[in-house]
């Protein structure tokens, strides 16, 4: 059992081309921590280009970490005993990433089509659940709003696990032409949003 005491590395390497650690792995690397876990909010702060370390925090350790502008990502969630913990990420700029591996996209979003502002995925070719509504929600932006770069500012689940066959993803509210939110369903359940930025 982890201790909610200690500070964990994330093992990450970056993917394909990019020089900044991907949402896709990070958020699936802060869920092994957490076990099974509802009502989570990721939130993500800044990019993170150096290895991540993450911990358990209350409230005013939460409050120090935000004056020192360390925090990357921050999991709010209720666990199994329905407490309500979060768990900060934030980099270990000490150390460098090293390690690579291939990645492409568009294998993620195979058999996706959209129609009006919704994108549909009927099953899963590759990818897991977390990569999968992230690729698919930036290439419906990308398809019907804007193709500039963009970044998961913010993503809120129901509960995890879990993997439905078919997603369905739906660009419900867009702010200032800068911020575009999405309703994330998997297998016809609603399974909560995703909050996507222009890259500034």
Known sequence: ???EKKTYSLDLCFKG???YLHGSDIIPAVLALSGPAEKISFQIHR???HPLLARWVN???LEKFRQTLQICMLMVYVDE???KKTIAVFEDDQNQITT???YKEEHITESSYVSGKKIIQEMPNNGSFIERIIALNKLLIQQVETSHDLVLMRLDLQRMPVNPYRI???LTRVIAEQTFI???MGDDERLGNIYFAKRP
Do not use: T
């Open 182 to 184: 999405s309703v994330l």
């Open 1 to 3: 059992m982890l201790s």
């Open 168 to 170: 369905s993803i739906e």
């Open 81 to 83: 005993r329905h407490e």
């Open 59 to 61: 409230e005013q350790e």
């Open 47 to 49: 990019m993170a280009s």
């Open 100 to 102: 690579r591996i291939p």
């Open 17 to 19: 081309a990019r020089n």
